[in-house]
């Protein structure tokens, strides 16, 4: 499931018996199932924006397909406000809002809170999270929270791992192959340089 509006409103932190606390998540309104074959209701459209502009990932913003890395993203959001009691993207209107998320990079906590004493590793681990490219951020909810709970026990958080390789090949714009010269070179005879 995909929730899609995570934001501190939709979260409630429960006391647990034991002294811990306990995240309930809430408000599944506009959630989307990514199981096989499920339907896609009225109000979770291709291409329809729904959610809380200041908490939306980049490519829910778009009204592109998201996937659980979308409310990794809001997730990074919730963290920069825990961190720096402000929001990363700013704008007095909606579509102001949407752009910044779209296309600005958040000031580092740091700069923005300079008041405060932010652990630069839960700097490094919130702006991770908020990286426009889906691949460079947490993989999984489980890599985000190990992440942190790294940091909280006083060790180094691992460094992300280089997204996936991508290759562009071009046409050759040679109007007809070389003739080949006899020779066994494979890519003269394919007409590829």
């Given at each position: 499931?995909?929730?899609?509006?995570?934001?501190?409103?939709?979260?409630?932190?429960?006391?647990?018996?034991?002294?811990?606390?306990?995240?309930?998540?809430?408000?599944?309104?506009?959630?989307?199932?990514?199981?096989?074959?499920?339907?896609?209701?009225?109000?979770?459209?291709?291409?329809?924006?729904?959610?809380?502009?200041?908490?939306?990932?980049?490519?829910?913003?778009?009204?592109?397909?998201?996937?659980?890395?979308?409310?990794?993203?809001?997730?990074?959001?919730?963290l920069y406000e825990?961190?720096?009691?402000?929001?990363?993207?700013?704008?007095?209107?909606?579509?102001?809002?949407?752009?910044?998320?779209?296309?600005?990079?958040?000031?580092?906590?740091?700069?923005?809170?300079?008041?405060?004493?932010?652990?630069?590793?839960?700097?490094?681990?919130?702006?991770?999270?908020?990286?426009?490219?889906?691949?460079?951020?947490?993989?999984?909810?489980?890599?985000?929270?190990?992440?942190?709970?790294?940091?909280?026990?006083?060790?180094?958080?691992?460094?992300?791992?280089?997204?996936?390789?991508q290759f562009i090949?071009?046409?050759?714009?040679?109007?007809?192959?070389?003739?080949?010269?006899?020779?066994?070179?494979?890519?003269?005879?394919?007409?590829?340089?």
């Amino acid at each position: 499931v995909v929730h899609r509006d995570l934001k501190p409103d939709n979260l409630m932190v429960e006391a647990t018996r034991d002294g811990g606390d306990f995240v309930k998540v809430l408000d599944f309104g506009i959630a989307q199932s990514k199981a096989p074959g499920s339907q896609v209701g009225p109000l979770t459209q291709a291409g329809a924006l729904v959610g809380t502009p200041q908490y939306m990932s980049p490519e829910q913003a778009e009204g592109k397909s998201v996937d659980h890395r979308s409310d990794l993203f809001s997730m990074g959001v919730i963290l920069y406000e825990m961190l720096t009691r402000k929001k990363p993207f700013k704008g007095k209107h909606i579509p102001q809002i949407l752009m910044a998320v779209i296309q600005a990079n958040p000031p580092s906590p740091s700069a923005i809170a300079s008041e405060l004493e932010i652990d630069p590793k839960l700097e490094a681990i919130c702006l991770r999270a908020l990286k426009k490219d889906p691949d460079l951020r947490y993989q999984s909810a489980t890599e985000f929270r190990e992440a942190i709970q790294v940091v909280l026990d006083g060790g180094e958080p691992a460094k992300p791992a280089a997204p996936p390789a991508q290759f562009i090949f071009k046409r050759s714009k040679r109007s007809k192959p070389k003739e080949p010269t006899g020779q066994d070179d494979l890519s003269t005879v394919a007409g590829i340089e």
